[in-house]
Nanobody
Framework: QVQLVESGGGLVQAGGSLRLSCAFS????????MGWFRQAPGKEREFVGT????????YYADSVKGRFTISRNNAENTMTLQMNSLKPEDTAVYYC???????????????????WGQGTQVTVSS
């Protein structure tokens, strides 16, 4: 069983920064891509960004481009989401996800991912 565990959420003022981490463990799993999604109250889960595991190509939603950065550490089986210049509209539960399937341009739909973490709350105050 593959497990993904997010950490690093919390409360921050607008303009501030937070760094989320996702650690994955379990049976042998060869991830093709890992991604971040978020879900705000009353809204659908939305794509934030993704990183390909082989060559670290990253793809971001327009709403976070230039503010958020995804990176990965193969040796430690972790992925991070560095969030800068946070806005109140970034408030949501953030989820990490993983897939072993290849998608051209990076997977940006939740159904393209097979494994999910439990989520971590990020709250940005105005």
């Amino acid at each position: 069983q593959v497990q993904l565990v997010e950490s690093g959420g919390g409360l921050v003022q607008a303009g501030g920064s937070l760094r989320l981490s996702c650690a994955f463990s379990g049976r042998t799993f060869s991830a093709e891509s890992m991604g971040w999604f978020r879900q705000a109250p009353g809204k659908e889960r939305e794509f934030v960004g993704t990183i390909t595991w082989i060559d670290s190509m990253t793809y971001y939603a327009d709403s976070v481009k230039g503010r958020f950065t995804i990176s990965r550490n193969n040796a430690e089986n972790t992925m991070t989401l560095q969030m800068n210049s946070l806005k109140p509209e970034d408030t949501a539960v953030y989820y990490c996800a993983a897939t072993a399937a290849y998608y051209s341009g990076g997977p940006n739909r939740d159904y393209q991912y097979s494994y999910w973490g439990q989520g971590t709350q990020v709250t940005v105050s105005s």
